[in-house]
């Protein structure tokens, strides 16, 4: 069960995630995924400042990583997204497979 304890606030838990999570160079943002549902099993992001939660646009099994910057780089098998996590939006590239993920 993911956590999240920033000082002066209270802690903020997510149940709904799994705990295989990243948090992003600028400590800004943690990538995560869905725990599985029927519908959905896809990524997320946490503003670590805010406690808000955005589900990045692909609901199924991805891989996750962080690029440069707050760009999250989510693997779907079918599509590959760069999601910007300031501004809440993903970009769909086309890139030759196969190919790696970067890692931190």
């Known amino acids: 069960l993911p956590v999240l304890t920033v000082p ?14 990243r948090l992003s160079p600028s400590g800004n943002y943690v990538l995560a995924v869905e725990a599985p549902t029927k519908g959905r099993h896809g990524a997320v992001i946490v503003d670590t400042r805010t406690g808000k939660l955005w589900r990045v646009p ?6 996750i990583a962080w690029s440069y910057g707050d760009i999250a780089m989510v693997d779907a098998g079918d599509q ?11 970009e769909r590239l086309r890139p030759k497979r196969p190919f790696l993920m970067p890692t931190n």
Do not use: K
């Open 80 to 90: 590959l997204l760069a999601c910007d996590a300031a501004r809440r939006a993903c």
């Open 58 to 63: 692909n609901p199924t099994y991805p891989s």
């Open 8 to 21: 002066g606030r209270a802690e903020q838990r997510y149940p709904g995630l799994e705990t295989h999570a």
